[in-house]
């Protein structure tokens, strides 16, 4: 679970994560991958109130949409950080989605993916440090 975070502002990033620019996090959890949305995304939303979740058993392709999180302010889509197969969805979304508010790096998980190119596409996305670097540089345009 998430131990060390990184604060950028009101912003927690876990050290233990990978990140998208989208605002996706990325977990490593044996051979496979949880996926969420990040605390960024999740503030900047506000109160999320639906979410849309991919099918399980379905292909993607790394950057493809997965779906929609909906909140009283926005609707936004998230993407996969990794190429693979869906093998998990967290189903208590569909009555919870606050989930996400709530706990961005835990309950609110969205899906797990058993990547099919793991070694060369998790060098693309960020880790805490370039994350924050990156977050900085948007709060501050």
């Known amino acids: 679970m998430v131990k060390e975070v990184l604060k950028v502002e009101e ?3 876990p050290k233990s994560l990978y990140y998208t620019k989208d605002h996706e996090w990325l977990r490593l959890d044996g051979e496979n991958c949880v996926i969420g949305v990040t605390d960024y995304a999740q503030k900047t939303l506000h109160e999320v109130v639906f979410v849309d979740l991919p099918e ?3 292909k993607i392709s790394k950057a493809e949409s997965l779906g929609t999180v ?3 302010k926005a609707v936004s ?6 190429s693979g197969e869906i093998v998990d969805v967290n189903d208590i979304l569909s009555s919870k989605p606050d989930l996400i508010n709530k706990s961005p790096y835990g309950e609110g ?3 797990i993916i058993k990547p099919s190119n793991l070694e060369a596409e998790l ?3 960020m880790d805490s440090k ?3 670097q ?3 540089s948007l709060i501050e345009k």
Not at 77 to 82: E, G, L, M, Q, S
């Open 11 to 13: 912003y927690d990033i």
């Open 56 to 58: 399980r058993g379905r």
């Open 70 to 72: 909906e909140s009283v």
């Open 77 to 82: 889509d998230y993407f996969a950080p990794v």
């Open 109 to 111: 998980w969205i899906a």
């Open 123 to 125: 060098k693309d996305l």
């Open 130 to 132: 370039g994350y924050s």
């Open 134 to 136: 990156y977050l900085k």
